[in-house]
Each structure stands twice: as C-alpha cells, then as structure tokens.
C-alpha cells in the first residue's frame, strides 16, 4: 500500500441554520485516507458521519453550508470544498464514487435499474451502450445479483430492499473510482450477501487499489475489512485508531459504549448495556450484565397448549400476465408447519426473499394462504370475522418511516387504534393510556402532539411499538423492527421488547437477518431457506451444534466473530 494520502479533510466544520444564528453539526473534524487504505467511520445516527461523506461529494442539502475547512483530493489535486458543482460533476461516479444509504429514494423510480447503472457508465467512460450494457450485466453479477435479465429490466419498486441497495453498489463501482464512499452499504442485507459485499469492497481494494470510506453504524462490520476506525459522537472525532487498537483497548467511553451495546455470539445476554451508561462512567455495572451469564425472565414452559399452530403453510403470489407473455405463479412460502407457545419469543431467520415477512403478514391475516393457522386453539378463518382478533394480535413493521401516517399527530396515530377497538371509556381516558404509552417507550408526554417527520428512526420504531401495545395485544410479529436503527438504540429498543414482554406476557415472532440479535431474543428459533423452514431448535443447539448446511452457513457469515468486543 502507498503510504500517500488519496483525501485529507482538515478542521471540517458543517452547520445549519437555528434561529439568527447556524449550528453546528460537524465540529472540526480531521482525518485523513491514503491511497489503497479502507477506514471506517462509526457512530451513532446524527454523529455527523453522512454529512461528513456528503462534503466530501459536495452533495450536502441546500440549507447546510460548510463553516470552513478544507477537503484536499490528491486526484485532482484541488479543494473540493472551492469548487463549484460543474467540476465536481467530472469527479462524482468517475474519481469518487458514492452508495447512499436509502436504496429506494436514490434510485430513479421510473427508469430500470439496469439502464440505470448503464447510464452512469455511459457519462463517465467512452464505450458504445453495447459494451456499457455488457458491463453493466457483469457489475450486477460481481455484487451478487441473480436472474440478471429480469432484475436488469426491473424498476426499482419490483425488487427487494436488499436487491435495491446491491444495484446501487453496482453504479458506484462500475467506474472503478480512485475513492469509494459506502454510506451504510449493507445495512439492508441479509449475514451471506453482506460478506460478499465486504469481500467484494476488499477485492476492489486488491485490484484497483480503490481506497474506501466505510461508514457503519456496525463496529462488526467495519471491523472484518477496516484498516484504521474513526469514531465520532455529536459531531465530534472522539477517536481514530487502528481497528485492533479499537476493537481490543478502545481509549473512549463512547467507543467502549458502541462496543459492548451489539449482541454477540456466545454470550448469554439478560439485558444489553447501553451507551449512556459507559457515558456515565458506569463500566463496570454494564460489563457485569455480560458475565457471569444471566438467567431469562422466565423459562417458558412448553408443556402447555400453543398459543399459535401453524400447519402446512403455503402462499403464493399471483402470475404477472401481459398481452404477451404469462408468468408462472411464486410459490414464497412452501408447506410451512411450527407452533409458538405462551409467553415465547420464536426467531426466524433466513437471507433476503426466504419467504420470512411474507410468512409474518400470512399469521398476520395481511397475505391470502393456503393451510390452517389456529391461535388459542380456534381456528384463523374463524376468528377473521372477529374484529377482536386484529386486537389480539399485531405486527410491527421493520420501516419505522413508512408505518406511520405522516399527516397524523403520533397521539392520534396512537389513540386511533384504541378507538377502533373500543379501548377507554371515553377521548380523556384515551389520551391518558397514549401519554402513559409513550413514556413507557421512552418518549415524553410533550410528543403527543408531534409528527412523525419530527422524530428520529428510532423514536419512530418506539411510537410504532407504542401504538401495537395500545389495543392490549397477546401476540405481536416484530418484522425487522430493529434493521433500520443504529446499535445504541437498537439495544433500547430490544430491551424494551423483552420487559414488555415480562410485564405483559407477550408472545412473539421475532423476524430478522441478523443472527446474533435473534439469539439474544429468542427461545428458539426457526431457519428458513426458499421458502421453507429447514431447521427448528432451541436458540444454544441452533449455534453450537446446527443440523443444517445452510444454517452453518449463516452463522459462519456472521461479521466480527474473529474480533475481540
């Protein structure tokens, strides 16, 4: 590796306006990239990471300015922060290529997403739209996409979460820039495609001597490919260091914080430690909730009669019919059986388009099946015309943006589904149960009248949480409720999951990607493959002895197994 820096950012200070005044947001940062090196930016959601990467692009919104510093790329050895957006335009896609964090709202919804990596191909390198479709065919196929004709004639709407982004990696490597800027490249992927995307930015490095910018709110993720870590809170770089150095004897409460609040394999978990309590120089009682290994709430007993049955399961979706041609039917869930029994948290795990969310919003009565489903030993068809059933049992969506209504005060959002059911004699008991929710979720009684545009993806999956309990539940599905939510306040609101369940004795279905968070809420847990559940067991047999080649296959997909936390 040249020992030469590629980038230098040097007292970088970003600031918005508040008032008559600006805030600053970005408070003097430096660091520095050489040629061919990865460093990894981590830190929680509103540390100034983004709009850090977003400077350097000079992409930052129109009512944030930059409050000096200077931003040196050898490349073309100039200021990116002097020039105007005509050069930068030159440098975007070909010098510096960047993948944004949000898939869908940084594809174009009305162009395929093939034409859409040729065209960036197009602008920035002189070859015919033969050879720029041929090589966009080839990207699609390096970052791990399948069935390369369909996903190439697709708008963006027709793919999934993890396809989207896996399309966006491509248009950013497809003109082998001397700096890529991955902001959050894999936080939409399932364990096995997120390591071959990480093995994909390493061999990126090894060919091209591509230098990279990884920014993750996953000290796990970084950690596999970083050469050196930055870490930054509120603004601030409170520590750069060597991933050993950082993963190993971190210096900095906040970086101890962000270590130890991510679940980790092998470890037995009560409640995860938070951020704030590593702030408050209390180590020493976070660390001692990780050893020795704490006992569940309750051990749950499966002597007694399920509270949901599920038998020979199957969904389908429905044939795409066109003057031309028919499309077979989808089958995404396939003779699928298990049961959940009272006060049990069942884990359901498998890669992107396994069939998990579909199998969620089948229980949830929200996707046509086929097969019986029996909950409290009554069978689903039954209690479908009982409105009381959508009461009885909820689901919590993984997009904590899109889940609320964003033209309905979180109060009303809350409130609307107690009306429905009939909860509270009358408005005023209503809106105190709202208030005692939301401060039971950690929010504040002042919330009731905000929305949801006003809150951060955290706050928004908390009020999501809030408004599922509103109408007394028993059984909710937590659909990738915590995908979207940095480590901090993903341990929140995990522990939050699991003392409502203890206060309340609630059961769940606990759907995710990400193995290590599913063994710490789970009593079991179901792997599926295809559409299929290959292997079901208790959580410690799924992790020290599988059964299933695919299941080992998750596991060892893991990221930071090799890193000391």
Same mark, same amino acid.
């Given at each position: 590796?040249?020992?030469? %820096? ?41 540390? =100034? ?50 993948? *944004? ?48 004709? +369909? ?7 027709? $793919? ?29 992927? %399932? ?27 996953? $000290? ?6 970083? %050469? ?101 039917? *989808? ?23 396994? =069939? ?30 009982? +409105? ?8 919590? *969506?993984? %997009? ?59 706050? +928004? ?5 809030? +408004? ?6 028993? *059984? ?90």
């Amino acid at each position: 590796m040249e020992n030469k %820096d590629l980038l230098s950012v040097q007292d970088l200070s970003i600031a918005f306006p508040q008032g008559k005044g600006f805030k600053r947001v970005v408070e003097h940062i430096n660091f520095n990239i050489q040629t061919g090196e990865i460093i990894g930016l981590v830190g929680e959601s509103g540390s =100034g990471k983004s709009l850090s990467a977003l400077a350097i692009m000079g992409l930052l919104p129109k009512n944030a300015s930059l409050q000096g510093g200077q931003i040196y790329f050898q490349t073309v050895d100039q200021d990116l922060s002097q020039l105007k957006n005509k050069a930068l335009e030159s440098i975007r896609g070909q010098k510096i290529g960047m993948i *944004f964090q949000e898939p869908m709202s940084s594809l174009n919804p009305v162009l395929k997403c093939g034409h859409q990596i040729e065209e960036t191909i197009l602008i920035h390198q002189k070859i015919s739209a033969t050879e720029a479709k041929a090589l966009s065919l080839e990207w699609m196929e390096r970052v791990g996409l399948k069935d390369l004709s +369909r996903i190439y004639q697709s708008y963006p709407h027709q $793919l999934s979460g993890g396809q989207k982004q896996r399309i966006m990696i491509a248009m950013a490597m497809c003109c082998n820039p001397d700096l890529l800027i991955a902001d959050e490249p894999t936080t939409a992927l %399932d364990v096995t495609v997120q390591k071959k995307i990480l093995e994909l930015l390493l061999q990126l490095r090894k060919d091209l001597g591509t230098s990279i910018l990884l920014i993750s709110h996953d $000290l796990a993720v970084v950690g596999e490919i970083a %050469d050196r870590v930055i870490v930054m809170q509120a603004g601030k770089v409170v520590e750069i260091e060597s991933t050993k150095t950082i993963f190993k004897t971190p210096s900095h409460p906040y970086t101890q914080g962000l270590l130890a609040c991510k679940p980790v394999l092998g470890k037995n978990y009560h409640r995860l430690p938070t951020i704030q309590s590593f702030l408050e120089n209390q180590q020493k009682e976070a660390s001692d909730k990780l050893t020795p290994p704490l006992q569940p709430i309750a051990e749950v007993d499966y002597s007694q009669t399920p509270v949901l049955i599920a038998e020979d399961l199957n969904v389908f979706y429905a044939a795409k019919r066109s003057w031309w041609k028919s499309d077979a039917a *989808f089958q995404a869930v396939k003779n699928v059986s298990f049961e959940i029994y009272p006060g049990e948290t069942l884990g359901l795990v498998g890669e992107s388009g396994c =069939g998990k969310s579909t199998l969620g919003k089948a229980i949830a009565q929200l996707k046509d099946y086929t097969g019986t489903i029996q909950f409290d030993q009554q069978n689903y068809q039954t209690l479908a015309a009982d +409105r009381n059933f959508y009461r009885l049992v909820q689901i919590i *969506f993984q %997009d904590p943006y899109s889940a609320l209504n964003p033209r309905l005060p979180i109060g009303e959002a809350i409130t609307e589904p107690m009306r429905v059911h009939k909860i509270g004699e009358n408005e005023a008991e209503r809106k105190v149960k709202t208030i005692d929710l939301l401060k039971r979720v950690g929010l504040e009684e002042a919330d009731y009248i905000k929305y949801p545009h006003q809150f951060s993806g955290g706050q +928004r999956q908390r009020i999501s949480i809030a +408004r599922a309990l509103s109408v007394q539940p028993r *059984f909710i599905i937590c659909d990738e409720v915590v995908s979207a939510l940095d480590v901090s306040v993903q341990a929140q609101v995990l522990n939050l999951l699991k003392d409502l369940q203890a206060e309340q004795d609630l059961t769940y279905l606990f759907i995710s990607h990400d193995l290590a968070i599913v063994q710490f809420m789970s009593d079991r847990i179901a792997v599926m493959e295809a559409g299929r559940i290959v292997e079901l067991a208790k959580t410690e047999d799924i992790y020290s002895k599988p059964q299933s080649t695919y299941t080992q296959i998750l596991i060892d997909a893991i990221p930071g197994q090799k890193l000391a936390f």
